[in-house]
Protein backbone atom coordinates (compact mmCIF):
# COMPACT_ATOMS: atom_id res chain seq x y z
CA UNK A 1 0.00 0.00 0.00
CA UNK A 2 1.38 3.56 -0.38
CA UNK A 3 -0.50 6.37 0.42
CA UNK A 4 -0.11 9.83 -1.70
CA UNK A 5 -0.45 13.45 0.08
CA UNK A 6 -0.40 16.57 -2.42
CA UNK A 7 0.43 19.84 -1.04
CA UNK A 8 1.24 23.62 -2.77
CA UNK A 9 -1.70 24.19 -4.88
CA UNK A 10 -2.99 27.97 -4.80
CA UNK A 11 -4.18 31.11 -6.39
CA UNK A 12 -1.86 32.40 -9.06
CA UNK A 13 -1.59 35.15 -11.35
CA UNK A 14 -1.14 34.14 -15.20
CA UNK A 15 2.56 33.84 -15.70
CA UNK A 16 3.30 33.13 -12.20
CA UNK A 17 4.65 29.82 -10.45
CA UNK A 18 3.50 27.33 -8.00
CA UNK A 19 5.38 23.97 -6.91
CA UNK A 20 3.19 20.78 -5.90
CA UNK A 21 4.25 18.93 -3.85
CA UNK A 22 3.34 15.29 -2.72
CA UNK A 23 4.91 12.66 -0.23
CA UNK A 24 4.39 9.02 -0.48
CA UNK A 25 4.10 6.21 2.29
CA UNK A 26 3.56 3.31 3.86
CA UNK A 27 6.08 1.14 1.06
CA UNK A 28 9.93 1.41 1.87
CA UNK A 29 10.66 0.72 -1.51
CA UNK A 30 11.04 4.13 -3.58
CA UNK A 31 11.60 2.18 -6.82
CA UNK A 32 8.40 2.82 -8.58
CA UNK A 33 7.49 5.16 -10.99
CA UNK A 34 5.19 8.44 -9.98
CA UNK A 35 3.23 10.85 -12.20
CA UNK A 36 1.04 14.03 -12.16
CA UNK A 37 -2.32 14.35 -13.92
CA UNK A 38 -5.01 17.12 -13.81
CA UNK A 39 -8.57 17.58 -13.95
CA UNK A 40 -10.45 20.02 -15.22
CA UNK A 41 -14.01 20.52 -14.51
CA UNK A 42 -16.23 18.61 -17.09
CA UNK A 43 -13.03 17.46 -18.68
CA UNK A 44 -11.37 13.29 -17.98
CA UNK A 45 -8.14 13.64 -16.02
CA UNK A 46 -5.37 13.92 -18.77
CA UNK A 47 -1.46 13.21 -18.13
CA UNK A 48 0.72 15.98 -16.94
CA UNK A 49 4.18 14.77 -16.17
CA UNK A 50 6.12 11.34 -14.82
CA UNK A 51 9.09 10.35 -13.50
CA UNK A 52 10.76 7.04 -12.82
CA UNK A 53 11.86 5.54 -9.79
CA UNK A 54 15.89 6.38 -10.16
CA UNK A 55 14.79 10.41 -10.99
CA UNK A 56 16.66 10.02 -14.30
CA UNK A 57 14.24 9.76 -17.15
CA UNK A 58 10.79 12.19 -17.34
CA UNK A 59 8.30 12.73 -19.60
CA UNK A 60 5.64 15.58 -20.22
CA UNK A 61 2.20 16.50 -21.99
CA UNK A 62 2.89 18.48 -24.86
CA UNK A 63 0.87 21.62 -22.92
CA UNK A 64 3.79 21.82 -20.38
CA UNK A 65 6.63 20.75 -21.60
CA UNK A 66 9.26 23.73 -21.50
CA UNK A 67 7.05 25.51 -18.47
CA UNK A 68 6.92 22.43 -15.68
CA UNK A 69 9.08 20.01 -14.28
CA UNK A 70 9.00 17.15 -12.32
CA UNK A 71 11.42 16.26 -9.80
CA UNK A 72 11.87 13.80 -6.73
CA UNK A 73 13.83 13.19 -3.79
CA UNK A 74 13.40 9.54 -2.57
CA UNK A 75 9.29 9.08 -1.69
CA UNK A 76 9.04 12.76 -2.54
CA UNK A 77 8.04 13.96 -5.96
CA UNK A 78 7.55 17.38 -7.00
CA UNK A 79 5.87 19.55 -9.83
CA UNK A 80 7.68 22.82 -10.70
CA UNK A 81 5.45 24.88 -12.72
CA UNK A 82 5.91 28.09 -14.50
CA UNK A 83 4.75 30.73 -16.56
CA UNK A 84 1.33 29.17 -15.83
CA UNK A 85 -1.74 30.14 -17.88
CA UNK A 86 -5.45 30.04 -17.55
CA UNK A 87 -5.89 26.77 -19.00
CA UNK A 88 -3.46 25.08 -16.22
CA UNK A 89 -6.32 25.60 -14.01
CA UNK A 90 -7.43 21.94 -12.61
CA UNK A 91 -7.38 19.61 -9.58
CA UNK A 92 -3.85 18.19 -9.61
CA UNK A 93 -3.45 14.75 -8.95
CA UNK A 94 -0.14 12.55 -7.73
CA UNK A 95 -0.12 9.11 -8.85
CA UNK A 96 2.38 6.10 -8.07
CA UNK A 97 2.74 3.15 -10.42
CA UNK A 98 4.49 -0.15 -8.46
CA UNK A 99 3.36 -2.34 -11.63
CA UNK A 100 7.04 -1.95 -13.15
CA UNK A 101 6.27 0.73 -15.52
CA UNK A 102 9.56 2.81 -16.33
CA UNK A 103 7.81 5.97 -17.71
CA UNK A 104 3.43 5.55 -17.47
CA UNK A 105 1.44 8.40 -19.27
CA UNK A 106 -2.03 7.06 -18.57
CA UNK A 107 -4.05 6.78 -15.49
CA UNK A 108 -4.87 2.88 -15.64
CA UNK A 109 -1.30 2.46 -15.71
CA UNK A 110 -1.21 3.77 -11.90
CA UNK A 111 -2.60 2.06 -9.09
CA UNK A 112 -2.73 4.82 -5.92
CA UNK A 113 -3.91 8.09 -6.14
CA UNK A 114 -3.82 11.25 -3.89
CA UNK A 115 -6.78 13.50 -2.90
CA UNK A 116 -5.45 15.87 -5.21
CA UNK A 117 -4.89 20.06 -4.66
CA UNK A 118 -6.50 22.79 -6.46
CA UNK A 119 -4.57 24.81 -8.56
CA UNK A 120 -6.45 28.22 -10.17
CA UNK A 121 -4.85 30.66 -12.77
CA UNK A 122 -6.23 33.73 -12.79
CA UNK A 123 -6.23 36.44 -16.33
Known amino acids: QVQLVESGGGLVQAGGSLRLSCAAS????????MGWFRQAPGKEREFVAVINWSGHNTNYAASVEGRFTISRDNAKVYLQMNSLKPEDTAVYYC??????????????????WGQGTQVTVSS
Open 26 to 33: GRTSSRYA
Open 95 to 112: AANTYGYELPYTARQYNY
